[in-house]
């Protein structure tokens, strides 16, 4: 009980103790559901409910939550592909700008961290288990996860004051079609419609 009672004044001493118990409810309402989820709901629903918690979590840890705890943030860009797919904001751009709270710097590394190599330890449990539809949850999980550890981590190293915003990096997504092929193709295709 104590244990509980620590965690919750540590969170008190955060900046932002609203955002960082938002970071942490995000990190771990996706890991509960899926480890209970199975107790009161069938797998489509659990697998549906899971992912949109993960994707919902990716999408507040990446825009939210990483601006106001560790003061980073970003995207993926592939128009501007000189420079690399990923584009930065960093507190290193607006120097002295407001301190990062110490506090509020461990939890969010920590569970930003630990997210996909739970995810990882439940996919080689799956494997163990031969529970292979879990496996598609899990890899989807690895991946929102994990993508979100790596744009953090390039966006924590990043130098403003150099020009290139990725180089030396160990993974890239590849630049996306634009759309203007999808116009494209949808002119092409009303060309084969009867009228």
């Known amino acids: 009980m104590d244990h509980v009672k620590n965690f919750y004044q540590m969170i008190l001493k955060s900046s932002h103790p609203i955002t960082m118990s938002l970071h942490l409810l995000g990190k771990s309402a996706p890991?509960?559901?899926?480890?209970?989820?199975?107790?009161f709901m069938s797998f489509t629903a659990q697998f549906i409910a899971v992912l949109l918690l993960l994707a919902g979590d990716f999408y507040v840890t990446k825009n939210i939550t990483g601006r106001k705890l560790v003061q980073l943030r970003w995207w993926y860009d592939s128009v501007n592909s000189e420079e690399g797919p990923l584009s930065f904001e960093s507190y290193?751009?607006?120097?002295?700008?407001?301190?990062?709270?110490?506090?509020?710097?461990?939890?969010?590394?920590?569970?930003?961290?630990?997210?996909?190599?739970?995810?990882?330890?439940?996919?080689?449990?799956?494997?163990?288990?031969?529970?292979f539809l879990y496996l598609i949850l899990i890899g989807m999980a690895v991946c929102l996860t994990g993508w979100n550890a790596h744009g953090f981590r390039n966006c924590d190293k990043w130098d403003p004051s150099a020009n290139n915003s990725e180089s030396g990096t160990w993974l890239q997504m590849p630049n996306m079609a634009s759309f203007e092929n999808l116009g494209r193709l949808a002119r092409i295709q009303n060309l084969f419609r009867s009228n």
């Not at 559901?33 to 199975?38: F, H, I, T, V």
């Not at 509020?104 to 529970?131: E, H, R, T």
């Open 31 to 39: 890991i509960v559901l899926y480890l209970a989820g199975s107790l």
């Open 92 to 131: 290193k751009q607006f120097a002295p700008g407001p301190p990062i709270n110490p506090i509020d710097s461990k939890l969010f590394w920590i569970s930003l961290y630990v997210a996909p190599a739970l995810w990882i330890v439940f996919g080689i449990m799956c494997l163990l288990q031969a529970k």
